[in-house]
């Protein structure tokens, strides 16, 4: 399997002069903020389960309900998920459908169905597979995992809004990209387009008006 080497804020501070040699929008990124951070995540059930209730809401929502999931059972484990059922992960703030989805990749989780040390393995094409074999991981929520937990150097969610924010200013576009727009914008930072995703929401969040 050809899986990537990780990102180490060595290698993201490397990538982001090679990204600024060849893109001057990106070198005036680099030169305003400096190498971004690397933001990385711990492999694992909980973090997928935290990215799942990132999904569609602010960060600051979805860190609150995370901490409230927390004070109630503890880190997230698919044994504890699936003891407690969907109606008290309800009670933790949870919608019914974000409940159902963490309740049934509890149980993927258990039965083997769902192997998060296998995907560490798989390259990022068949990983991203493999976990949007499953409800309630879709593309955005792959990627992520990939890109924070995994810190595979290319992966770009293009669906991503904040990234889209970021994106169309520093792109001085007009109009709101297209998807396909995105991706083609995106395909002259490869091979380190999470640097280049890393570097837009580092712009993005450095907006007086944007609370992390």
Not at 40 to 67: D, K, M
Not at 148 to 160: E, F, K, T, V, Y
Request: proline share 8%; glycine share 8%.
């Amino acid at each position: 399997m050809n899986r990537p080497r990780p990102l180490t804020p060595e290698r993201i501070r490397e990538a982001a002069r090679h990204l600024a040699g060849r893109d001057p929008d990106l070198a005036l990124l680099l030169a305003r903020h400096g190498p971004p951070p690397l933001w990385g995540r711990p492999r694992g059930f909980a973090t997928l389960v935290r990215i799942i209730l990132e999904q569609q809401v602010s960060l600051a929502s979805a860190r609150a309900i995370y901490g409230r999931l927390v004070a109630t059972l503890g880190e997230p484990t698919p044994e504890r998920l699936l003891a407690a059922g969907v109606d008290k992960l309800r009670g933790c703030g949870l919608t019914r459908q974000k409940a159902g989805y963490c309740h049934r990749l509890a149980a993927a989780a258990r039965d083997g169905g769902l192997d998060l040390a296998t995907v560490a393995r798989l390259d990022d094409t068949a990983a991203i597979d493999a976990l949007t074999r499953h409800d309630g991981i879709g593309p955005w929520t792959a990627q992520i995992y990939l890109l924070m937990s995994l810190r595979r150097p290319d992966i770009w969610p293009a669906g991503d809004l904040a990234l889209v924010a970021s994106l169309r200013t520093v792109k001085r576009l007009r109009r709101p990209p297209s998807r396909e727009r995105i991706v083609a914008i995106a395909s002259a930072w490869r091979p380190y387009r999470a640097v280049a995703a890393r570097m837009l929401w580092q712009n993005y969040l450095a907006r007086p008006t944007v609370v992390p």
